[in-house]
């Protein structure tokens, strides 16, 4: 009955929650999967392995993994990827499929705007026998699943010091699903690195996912880069009621503090590491995050900063 109970709460949390896309705290690295944009601007192929476990010590707890490679064109005109992720909640699994394409224009000496679409399917799947009832018709005696499209677009802007990005996700809505229908997001993100020393450099950042139905989240990032080798900071994510003023105290406080490294091992591989702390009544129970990337060097006038400022 417990392990029961502990998948109708984290499903009912799910849903409530489902609004908001999933968490990630190392998206400053790689970028590609909040905005399609982002695909080809390392101006190399790029592999990405992503773990993440929530709420450890609760059974039924949200896992996610996921593929994300990417790279450009000959040219340097196109950026294209390829991302698969799968979430696992309890008795419910989302695993989505989504291909990117992004326009590249050299708007100025060193900075690039990008414009990029991302086609994809998404399956939901639910499997009923996790929860060991056969009495209750609302419940799907064994494994029930839907596919369905969906597209993200999204703008990028980089330069060697500066980056902003705009993207919106689950642009394709299906009002009579029998599944949980996921909102429209929208995206903001910006950051900056500059000189802190001969071997110090500070990059602050911010990230807002909005869907104008519920708290607006917000994650404040800073890090520290040594010696080009390792970055060193943390997140804190926070909501705040932007747009929307009739929401629940508790809705519009949940926060998070993230502590995050990673580090360049050598020239084409680097590892990372995040430790996501609640600051709620999930304070008990921590997240741990953990990536592999892997940058193929092949090409011979490749512009790609060691290590990739974002």
């Known amino acids: 009955m417990k392990t029961l109970y502990t998948l109708l709460a984290l499903l009912l949390t799910y849903t409530a929650s489902a609004q908001q896309a999933p968490q990630y705290s190392q998206y400053i690295f790689n970028s590609m999967a909040i ?7 390392k101006d190399v192929l790029n592999l990405n392995l992503f773990h993440r476990s929530q709420w450890s010590g609760i059974e039924g707890a949200p896992t996610t993994q996921s593929l994300n490679i990417d790279g ?4 340097n005109r196109l950026g294209l990827g390829l991302g698969v992720t799968r979430d ?14 992004a326009v590249k224009l050299q708007v ?3 900075g690039v705007l990008s414009f990029g679409l991302a086609p994809g399917l998404v399956q939901q799947k639910i499997d009923g026998s996790e929860f060991g009832i056969t009495d209750d018709p609302s419940i799907p005696v ?12 999204g703008s990028y802007f980089h330069t060697d010091r500066f980056y902003a990005g705009l993207s919106v996700s689950d642009l394709i809505q ?14 903001f993100t910006t950051g900056y690195v500059f000189d802190a020393g001969p071997f110090i450099k500070i990059k602050p950042s911010v990230l807002f996912k909005e869907d104008f139905k519920a708290p607006t989240s917000v994650d404040l990032n800073a890090f520290i880069l040594l010696n080009d080798k390792l970055w060193l900071g943390g997140s804190y994510r926070t909501s705040m009621n932007l747009f929307n003023s009739n929401i ?4 519009a406080n949940r926060t998070a503090l993230a502590l995050i490294a990673e580090l360049q091992i050598k020239q084409s591989l680097r590892l990372g590491y995040a430790y996501d702390k609640m600051l709620n009544d999930l304070s008990g129970f921590n997240t741990h995050e953990v990536s592999i990337g892997y940058y193929f060097l092949k090409k011979k006038n ?7 400022y974002f």
């Open 88 to 101: 696992q909640i309890g008795a419910q699994s989302n695993t989505s499929v989504y291909g990117n394409i």
């Open 72 to 75: 450009a064109t000959e040219n």
């Open 142 to 153: 064994g494994a029930m699943s839907t596919i369905k499209p969906d597209v993200k677009i």
């Open 108 to 110: 100025s000496y060193n």
């Open 174 to 187: 299906f009002e009579d699903m029998q599944a949980i229908e996921p909102e429209r997001h929208y995206f």
């Open 35 to 41: 905005n399609p944009a982002y695909a080809g601007s």
């Open 248 to 251: 629940d105290k508790d809705a």
């Open 302 to 308: 490749a512009k790609m900063l060691t290590p990739q």
